[in-house]
């Protein structure tokens, strides 16, 4: 009976020290976000702005963008924005969308490429895998290779 009520004690004290431990997604999450730092990506908890009407995005989780600025040789660039709707991808401009974007997981939902920079906005799921993919489209971007051929 003593060992009952002392494990009884001890898990009451221990319980609401293990609810403070991040889950999985969530060491996960800042696991991207230092690789991607240390990467020279700049992440922001922020969602896309300005979205033109027609371009409604997929679903309405929140996102949070990784961007990277571009290299000086490739700025100047047309800035285009790629958002996935409910029929797929589509281009603010209309022009076809390049099998690298269309390859990409359902978890990336935003892609703007401005003169400056290169913005993926991403819901942070998708584990290993959809992190490689934001990481390519970025090196992609910065090499000014996302725009149809």
Known sequence: MVYIIIFITIAAALGPLLSVLPSKHQRAVVGFRERARKAGVLVQLREPKNIPARLQRAS???LVCYSR???VAIRGLEPELWVRS???WESRS???VSAVITAVTEHIE???LSDEDIQVFWDERGGEGAYCQVEKLIESGVAGSLKAD
Do not use: H, N, T, W
Request: hydrophobic residues 35%.
């Open 110 to 112: 935003v892609i703007f």
């Open 69 to 71: 600025r571009l290299d």
């Open 60 to 62: 309405d989780e929140s």
């Open 94 to 96: 209309g022009d076809p």
């Open 86 to 88: 409910k029929v797929g």
